[in-house]
């Protein structure tokens, strides 16, 4: 872990109180009833903690990505599904902060900061994902105003969010071609299909989002057109630490009650972690979740410091995702029988932690953007 400040280290005590006294107490029945709170971000976001990058201008916390990190780590520790939560409402936040006019800004942004409203994020598309440049959803300008019509995937939040940031074709084919919208809940044409029913993060509301003949104004468009998908990997970028972060809570939560359990359980009258195969088990576990953790720091003092950091977050998030899957599934192992039945929260935190490979870009997709930047580089 990087030094932290006093100040930092308050932020994430603070965070981890907050955390475990308005999520802790629903957690497992919000995974297993399949709820979604949303008073329980408002009281979150009351205390400071929706709007943590967000400048102080717009009622944000004023800090940096490696705050965000340490809080978002926090949060997934008790819940990754309020952390994914935080983190997508933050994305509007993020997006307006570097593409938005005033108007955007001072319509949005304090809400989103103080947790009284809640955002989402509409890219992905049935037949496009990982693809993203290939979207079909279209908006068609007549006159000052754009008429939408398209379907969207995996939206969390769907249906409960007050503002979406839209992806949509105003132009030709390819990423020239897309452009970015701020589409209100309250929009005529705007619906919602079926909600899915997930392996993990059962607590987060994914949802089909329909749109027909949604019209808006041209004032609802983030910047000129032709810029919607650089502000959609601006976004995913910086998504790439958050992800990273609340893997890395995920990675420590499994360690941590995996590491209690083996020194509480015996067998043979010895403590279980003094058996080689489960405390070696438990060394690498910290190994793997320690490293995860330094490498998204890395990535978040990186984007901090306003100095190139993409390819490090391609880097944190395969690293800390893969790491959660690997840890929270031996920690399921030194529970033992005990691990695959819901008494216990580890077998949660596995569930929770494979979706972690799929957002935010696939770690396939990672590897090819860590692959190709390694091709520039070597064949200088």
Request: with cysteine; glycine share 10%; aromatic share 10%.
């Amino acid at each position: 872990m990087f030094i932290l400040s006093e100040e930092q280290k308050e932020l994430q005590e603070y965070a981890r109180a907050s955390a475990e006294r308005i999520f802790g107490p629903t957690a497992a029945e919000d995974d297993e009833k399949e709820l979604f709170r949303p008073d329980l971000l408002q009281q979150f976001g009351e205390e400071g903690f929706c709007g943590i990058p967000t400048a102080v201008d717009y009622d944000g916390g004023g800090y940096g990505y490696f705050e965000y990190a340490l809080v978002l780590e926090e949060i997934a520790k008790v819940s990754a599904s309020y952390g994914v939560s935080v983190a997508v409402s933050g994305l509007p936040q993020v997006i307006l902060q570097e593409f938005g006019n005033e108007a955007q800004k001072a319509r949005w942004m304090s809400g989103l900061a103080q947790g009284q409203l809640l955002g989402g994020f509409a890219l992905s598309e049935p037949d496009s994902g990982s693809d993203a440049a290939s979207l079909t959803t279209n908006a068609i300008k007549e006159g000052d105003s754009y008429r939408i019509n398209g379907r969207k995937f995996w939206i969390t939040h769907g249906g409960y969010a007050d503002v979406y940031v839209l992806m949509a074709r105003t132009g030709g084919e390819g990423p020239k071609g897309v452009s970015a919208f701020l589409l209100p809940k309250d929009a005529p044409g705007l619906s919602f299909g079926k909600k899915e029913e997930k392996m993990g993060l059962r607590a987060s509301p994914t949802v089909e989002m329909v749109l027909e003949d949604v019209v808006l104004p041209e004032s609802a468009r983030i910047g000129p057109e032709g810029i919607g998908f650089n502000v959609a990997m601006t976004a995913l970028n910086s998504g790439r630490i958050t992800i990273g972060a609340i893997s890395v809570g995920l990675a420590q939560a499994a360690l941590d009650q995996a590491g209690n359990y083996a020194c509480i359980r015996k067998q043979f009258k010895k403590q279980i972690i003094d058996f080689q195969g489960v405390g070696f088990m438990l060394a690498n576990m910290s190994i793997q979740t320690e490293s995860a953790r330094l490498l998204v720091h890395k990535a978040a003092y990186l984007k901090d410091k306003d100095q190139d950091f993409k390819l490090v977050a391609s880097m944190a998030k395969c690293a800390a995702t893969d790491v959660a899957m690997s840890v929270t599934t031996d920690a399921v192992q030194i529970f033992g029988g005990y691990g695959y039945t819901r008494e216990y929260p580890v077998e949660r935190f596995m569930r929770d932690a494979k979706v972690m490979q799929i957002v935010e870009g696939t770690n396939q997709v990672q590897r090819l953007v860590i692959s190709r930047e390694l091709k520039r580089f070597y064949q200088r």
